[in-house]
């Protein structure tokens, strides 16, 4: 089975949750959720070829980047080849613009496109369903980044709900030079939950009618300090909306004001620099809706 096509290349776009909301752990370990989560703009970019003999290689601008069988993007193809009964070589070009250990799910979106381009490399062996269910063997939020619209994620993140009327905002992410382990966040979180110290919700803050929320921030503000010390900071920014954590971290979301120009984006970078040191990684995106 084979494609007349050599290669494809495709988008992989990061997310950012609006509201995470943590509803208890379930029997198989994983924890029960109900998130809304939206692509941006802002994304990585693959290739995917035909490779020489069986060989799966991935090759990334990112020295700091395993690209060996624990890549999701080498296990996509694994899944991918299993289920469909393929021992061809493949070839992956990543070209990273995404940070790992983010909150942005920049390795589960590249796992998304890798299953997206493969399929239809070899001229689209596997429905949907199929894609769908290698998706969520590999990661929970793998699922949503095969669509391209917002969504509402349940389960463990595998069940998506259409989410419609977000209104369209500039987004200005920070991502302070350290990572956050997912899992440890998870863990964290039901600690603190089960003796008692999770902290009161704070400040309510919205977009348009949704309510932002994110559970993980307790765990993650109480080890990672200077997290809510840039959430309040931001917040007093003139131009800044809202400001939150998205996923685990460690980026920290600006929703900017609907009239924000890109002279008042450039001058709140800058102020960013001075205050938290030029290593913070800052990007200036928008959301991802349909049409």
């Not at 070829?49 to 993007?73: Q, V, W, Y």
């Not at 490399?121 to 596997?126: E, I, N, R, T, V």
């Not at 595998?158 to 956050?180: C, D, S």
Request: charged letters at 25%; glycine letters at 8%.
């Amino acid at each position: 089975m084979s494609s007349g096509n050599h290669s494809i290349t495709l988008a992989a776009p990061a997310k950012i949750n609006l509201s995470l909301r943590i509803l208890g752990k379930r029997p198989d370990g994983f924890h029960e959720l109900e998130t809304l989560m939206v692509p941006l703009t802002v994304a990585d970019e693959i290739e995917i070829a035909h490779g020489r003999g069986k060989e799966i290689t991935l090759n990334c601008n990112d020295p700091d980047l395993p690209t060996g069988s624990d890549n999701l993007c080498v296990k996509a193809v694994a899944e991918f080849r299993e289920e469909v009964g393929l021992d061809d070589g493949i070839t992956i070009s990543l070209l990273k613009r995404i940070p790992h250990g983010a909150g942005l799910g920049g390795g589960s979106s590249d796992a998304a496109a890798v299953l997206k381009g493969l399929n239809e490399l070899f001229d689209h062996p596997l429905v949907d369903e199929e894609l769908h269910r290698i998706a969520s063997r590999l990661g929970s939020d793998i699922p949503f980044f095969l669509g391209d619209a917002p969504s509402w994620c349940r389960g463990r993140g595998e069940l998506l709900e259409p989410a419609a009327g977000l209104p369209q905002r500039k987004l200005l992410l920070i991502k302070p030079p350290f990572p956050v382990s997912t899992v440890w966040a998870y863990k964290k979180h039901a600690e603190l939950k089960q003796s008692g110290r999770l902290p009161a919700q704070a400040e309510r803050q919205s977009l348009g009618e949704l309510e932002i929320f994110n559970d993980l921030e307790a765990p993650v503000f109480e080890k990672y300090i200077l997290l809510p010390v840039m959430k309040a900071w931001l917040r007093q920014q003139a131009a800044v909306e809202s400001a939150f954590m998205t996923g685990s971290g460690s980026t920290m979301v600006a929703v900017m004001g609907l009239h924000t120009t890109d002279d008042l984006l450039l001058s709140l970078k800058t102020k960013i620099a001075e205050e938290y040191g030029e290593t913070c990684w800052t990007c200036v995106t928008t959301f991802r809706l349909p049409g």
